[in-house]
Structures are given as C-alpha cells and as structure tokens.
C-alpha cells in the first residue's frame, strides 16, 4: 500500500516526465533518492539505455548530503568520458532542495551543462 507522500511524487513525476525527454545530443540526468542511498543516471530516451550511472552503493560512511555531493561529481565525470557534456535534469518527483540540490550541483561542478 503506496502512503499519500509516495502518490504525491508519482503524480509530479509523470507530470515532469511528459515533458522531459532524453535525446541522443541531451541524455536524461535521472536521479533516484532512497532513505539511506542515492543513485543516478544518464539515459538516452531514444534508444531506452542507460549511459552511464553512479550511486552511493560502497561508499564510506559520510553524510547524506556528501553523498549526493560525490554521486554527483561521480556521474559527471563518467559522463563527460563517455562525450555528454549537455544533459537534461530529470529530478523524479523530488523537491530541488537537500541531496537532489547538492547531486545537482556537483554534477554542474564536474563538468555537466543542464
């Protein structure tokens, strides 16, 4: 059974993604954001396949927000590897503030245009 809180951010989330699409030239920047990990990736809507990814799986132990930081610069740098350097930033239905804010951030940091 899906609380309230989870429908809320289903219902934003094909909201944003009737809009946001991933293109060969501008892949997604997808993130999904769990109660104790992060995760991200960088998908080619066209194609249905995933570039590249990055999550806070095995890291040490740090902060929340200094995983997001470094999940961030992670993604950005994988990306930037395999050519993307222009992406479009699919936040999921979360609210841009906390670790979606500091995710985003290290990925413009580490290269990424969006």
Request: glycine residues 8%; positive net charge.
């Amino acid at each position: 059974m899906t609380t309230k809180k989870e429908q809320r951010r289903l219902k934003i989330k094909f909201r944003i993604r009737k809009s946001v699409n991933g293109t060969t030239e501008r892949p997604r920047l997808s993130i999904f954001r769990s109660n104790k990990q992060i995760y991200a990736q960088v998908i080619n809507d066209l194609t249905g396949t995933t570039l590249t990814s990055a999550s806070s799986v095995g890291l040490e132990k740090m902060t929340k927000i200094d995983q997001a930081k470094k999940v961030g610069a992670l993604v950005a740098e994988k990306a930037t590897a395999a050519g993307v350097e222009q992406v479009v930033f699919d936040r999921n239905g979360y609210l841009y503030h906390g670790r979606v804010q500091a995710l985003a951030d290290a990925a413009r940091e580490g290269g990424l245009k969006f």
